[in-house]
């Protein structure tokens, strides 16, 4: 049986901690696909498409790698120490030719061709990792996060088995890394997606957990170096595979014994800690959070004040017949102000503005990650052989791997920001007390608009690390890479983390999932682009990525619409703002108090 609200809200720190844990884990792994690419060319995946004769032919290899014998003229050449670089216990990279021939890591042919092939498949794998969030967040709003996140951690289970098979007669079932990782990107993204549900049951710290949710989300690219570093200890890749199926288990049972059945409402529409029964007014509606304040003290004074409807009336409405306790309590279940729709709220300028920011900051971090690779090996010092530039990109490759733990370090950064003062602000729903004569009232903040203030902060400090992100990869300098990595990372944790925290600001928490799905999906949609500008940095370009840079970072400075947008909208906040206290001063002198219910 899965467990009622209430007994989630007693296991809520259970629960974050080991969605953190499981995100780590279990789900934007592709991230890392750096350390994956060097796994599978190891493991000989496609590598049939290389040529024993010329690296760089397209020509089809179907002999099995360990049945080809080196020629006896270069025997003298593979005995010496600087011809063979090994990258771990079993894993071995060393050139056919000692010269310019065609390479073998592992034993197996490696190519061009290859690496255009596996790219394709993370491609194909990164567009489902964000475009299947548009059913996710429909189904996710209506249905609740419990059976997506089993369904979740059921495919990224499925997908270790099924690269683990292909692993096993990778030049008869290399095709399989493309179903695999399809069903990677899809339970992924399930777990990532369910997670952001979580944050409700903080309270005023929900932007923070959602800020380590999708810091956990984004650190999970170090999994696969972490990965490979067992791997290089010996261990069979097949192995390691089975077993991480083995734990998308445990997460399944994590979910089933701990989430429950029904979505987890806003921290606006329940509080988790007050839940009563109210069969001492004559009727069985169960009333939790702040509904039971506004209701309650609703009733009182219309009780206190006399006001009452007559019998008729009350029979008529809604063909129920209620008492006058009850009366007000259903008129004011019904939210105060109708949510707009779902297509209004998507046409709106802030949506439409964060589309465009999250779909350039995408294919700008995922055109870095796909072609990471080749980039280090063009920036290579050009007196280096074959050999020697693959084990620069392998160390090269470990560190970006190792530097994505930043993002989990550094998001609570963005969430503090977007939480920033928000306890001391005016939500407009507290009881207003009177003040004494004499007495200056306190002016508090708009919670509203303190909330779109910190989200322009966020996004500001976020195109700024981007742009600086841009800066550094025009600079054709290896270590300087080391700063992209850093910046890559950040931004990738903040953008995330401010675009969710923006929707949980202005939107409906009922559209949190379908807005972030939506927004997902246009992103990905955009990224393809990652494709054919790898293709023509590898083609006409000769491998330089400098004018692919150059045109990322001018495609780079639309991401500053949003906030030159949100300091406008900001404004209009403001100004609303001052017409209701303006307002609420005439009421005062009028009637003598500043208690709007004590006027009827």
């Not at 806003?266 to 007050?274: A, E, K, L, N």
């Not at 322009?456 to 700024?464: D, E, G, I, S, Y």
Request: glycine share 8%; proline share 5%; aromatic share 12%.
């Amino acid at each position: 049986m899965p467990p009622t609200l209430a007994s989630a809200f007693a296991r809520r720190w259970w629960m974050a901690v080991t969605a953190i844990i499981e995100n780590l884990l279990f789900s934007a792994v592709l991230l890392g696909w750096g350390s994956l690419l060097i796994m599978l060319k190891s493991e000989g995946f496609y590598s049939y498409l290389c040529n024993e004769e010329e690296g760089n032919s397209s020509s089809y290899n179907l002999s099995q790698p360990l049945a080809t014998q080196t020629p006896n003229e270069y025997a003298e050449y593979y005995e010496s120490e600087g011809a063979v670089v090994g990258l771990g216990d079993g894993v071995e990279m060393r050139p056919l030719v000692p010269m310019d021939g065609p390479m073998r890591m592992n034993g197996w042919l490696i190519c061009k061709e290859q690496d255009e092939m596996l790219n394709l498949a993370f491609t194909v794998g990164s567009f489902l990792l964000s475009a299947i969030t548009l059913p996710l967040g429909i189904v996710m709003d209506k249905y609740g996060p419990r059976k997506l996140r089993l369904l979740g951690s059921t495919c990224f289970g499925l997908s270790c088995l099924l690269i683990a098979y292909g692993a096993y007669k990778p030049n008869e079932l290399s095709v399989l890394i493309f179903i695999a990782l399809t069903f990677n990107g899809f339970g992924g993204m399930c777990m990532t997606f369910t997670s952001l549900t979580l944050p409700n049951m903080f309270g005023d710290l929900r932007s923070t957990f959602i800020a380590l949710m999708i810091g956990s989300y984004a650190s999970s690219a170090v999994t696969f170096p972490g990965v490979k570093v067992i791997y290089d200890l010996g261990i069979p890749f097949i192995t390691i595979l089975v077993v991480w199926a083995a734990c998308a288990g445990l997460v399944f049972f994590n979910c089933f014994f701990n989430w429950p059945l029904e979505p987890f409402p806003g921290p606006d529409d329940m509080d988790y800690t007050v839940k009563i029964k109210f069969s001492w007014l004559g009727f069985d509606h169960k009333i939790t959070g702040k509904q039971f304040y506004s209701q309650v003290t609703t009733v009182g004074r219309r009780l206190s004040l006399g006001n009452s409807l007559k019998q008729k009336e009350l029979a008529t409405k809604d063909g129920h017949k209620l008492c006058l306790s009850t009366m007000d309590l259903e008129m004011d279940c019904k939210p105060q102000q109708e949510s707009q729709s779902f297509f209004k709220t998507i046409t709106t300028p802030i949506f439409l503005l964060s589309l465009v920011t999250m779909s350039v900051t995408q294919l700008r971090l995922l055109f870095y990650m796909g072609a990471m690779n080749s980039v280090l090996e063009a920036l290579s010092d050009g007196d280096l052989d074959k050999v020697e530039k693959m084990e620069v990109v392998s160390l090269y490759s470990s560190i970006f791997g190792v530097l994505q733990l930043l993002c989990l370090m550094t998001t609570p950064v963005i969430g503090q920001i977007m939480d920033w003062k928000l306890k001391d602000c005016d939500d407009g729903e507290g009881e207003k007390e009177p003040c004494g004569k004499g007495e200056i009232k306190k002016k508090r903040r708009d919670k509203k608009t303190q909330k779109v203030t910190n989200a322009l902060r966020a996004f500001v400090l976020t195109n700024m690390l981007l742009v600086g992100f841009g800066i550094t990869c025009l600079v054709p300098n290896l270590p300087l890479q080391i700063v992209s990595f850093v910046l890559h990372t950040v931004v990738r944790g903040f953008i995330h983390s401010a675009v969710g925290g923006l929707y949980a600001a202005v939107y409906p928490s009922s559209q949190f999932g379908s807005l972030t799905g939506m927004q997902s999906l246009v992103s990905a949609v955009f990224a393809l682009l990652q494709q054919p500008l790898f293709l023509a940095m590898m083609g006409p370009l000769g491998g330089d990525p400098f004018w692919v840079n150059i045109g990322l970072l001018v495609l780079s400075m639309l991401g500053f619409l949003l906030p030159l947008y949100l300091i406008c909208y900001r404004r209009v906040l403001y100004r609303e703002q001052q017409e209701k206290e303006d307002d609420a001063k005439i009421y005062i002198r009028i009637n003598g108090s500043d208690i709007p219910e004590a006027y009827v």
